[in-house]
């Protein structure tokens, strides 16, 4: 500070002798940093978001001397198992632009994973990345913030002061999905669908925006089905024994592709040809292929993509450059994906 002082009025006094002189007025152009870029967010649908600020400090670049750590549940499914696939793409991305480090710690349990913070916070990490296994980690996550380690969350919840969480839609994977169905059969017909009420809020919300869609298609009705668990066996099974008791279904209505990969084989083994339509919710690899090449029934799936832990990561790698101003949530909005862009969402070696 005092030598930047010291150089001010150096400068000021050369000001002085140049005008005394009838020299020229002058001016040094001043490098100022480049903002953040803008994050997009999600249009209101009942699920918190917040603008985010762009103000940068001016503290020193931080990302060739820091580690970024990412927190994850094991890969116990293929969903979470591409979270860790794209995880290990960011990061090595990042090393190569020069971070300072990167990690991936997976943990099979909520114990496990709190022991995994405490032990980061002995080692004092720069900041970490948590995709947590519930919101039963919440202790854990206040040491994590009263340590003053910057914490941006992934997905599912921690309730403490985290510096930013980001997450997808489901209010809208619901929404949109139902207002394509009812345009693909034309507002009316029989539509059913898979309930997994075992999966709570995301079974949750997803299905309560298709009923208020639903629900303004008096031509349209509803038949249920439901499983235990969200799996490709459980959805053949409800699916088969659906379809011998309805003889004319019109569209299927998922909350997840692999019930929707599960339905569409039970369609097939029956040799139906009444279904028009069918979504999927996620990005599973396998149902965008799907996608491309069923030629009978209009295929379609709302993405709440695995991709989202590598913006998430940016988040982080925005922290190390400078930026404090962040939105507490970030939604990322579903992407519609049909048999006319599948083919931009494959992704080879993906685990799902």
């Not at 020229?24 to 997009?40: H, R, S």
């Not at 794209?86 to 114990?111: C, H, T």
């Not at 709570?200 to 031509?219: I, K, Q, W």
């Not at 990561?313 to 994906?337: H, K, M, Q, S, W």
């Amino acid at each position: 500070m005092k030598k930047n002082v010291f150089i001010i009025a150096v400068l000021a006094i050369c000001a002085m002798v140049f005008a005394a002189c009838g020299g020229n007025d002058g001016a040094t152009p001043v490098a100022t940093p480049t903002p953040a870029p803008q994050q997009e967010q999600a249009p209101a649908t009942g699920e918190e978001t917040a603008d985010a600020g762009q103000e940068a400090t001016p503290e020193a670049d931080a990302f060739s001397t820091s580690e970024i750590v990412v927190v994850v549940p094991a890969a116990a499914q293929g969903w979470i198992a591409a979270v860790h696939f794209f995880a290990d793409i960011k990061g090595s991305e990042l090393l190569a632009e020069g971070l300072g480090g990167f990690r991936v710690l997976a943990s099979q349990n909520v114990a496990e994973q709190a022991g995994q913070l405490e032990e980061l916070i002995s080692q004092n990490v720069d900041v970490i990345v948590l995709f947590p296994h519930s919101d039963e980690l919440d202790f854990a996550a206040q040491a994590v913030v009263d340590a003053n380690i910057p914490l941006f969350v992934f997905n599912r919840n921690v309730n403490v002061d985290f510096n930013s969480r980001l997450l997808g839609s489901n209010d809208l994977i619901g929404r949109e999905s139902a207002n394509k169905i009812a345009e693909v059969i034309g507002g009316e017909g029989v539509v059913a669908y898979i309930s997994v009420p075992a999966v709570g809020s995301t079974n949750v919300d997803r299905l309560t925006p298709f009923h208020e869609v639903m629900a303004t298609f008096p031509g349209i009705e509803l038949v249920t089905m439901t499983t235990t668990a969200i799996s490709m066996e459980e959805a053949l099974t409800v699916t088969t024994d659906m379809l011998t008791a309805n003889p004319h279904i019109d569209a299927i209505f998922t909350i997840d592709d692999q019930l929707s990969m599960g339905a569409l084989q039970a369609i097939r083994e029956a040799g139906r040809t009444d279904i028009q339509a069918m979504n999927g919710a996620g990005g599973m690899q396998l149902y965008f292929q799907e996608i491309l090449d069923e030629q009978d029934i209009y295929l379609f799936t709302a993405t709440f993509s695995p991709t989202m832990i590598m913006d998430t990561i940016d988040l982080a790698v925005d922290y190390l450059r400078g930026r404090r101003d962040f939105p507490n949530i970030t939604i990322i909005p579903p992407e519609i994906v049909t048999r006319n862009n599948a083919q931009n969402f494959i992704v080879a070696d993906s685990p799902w």
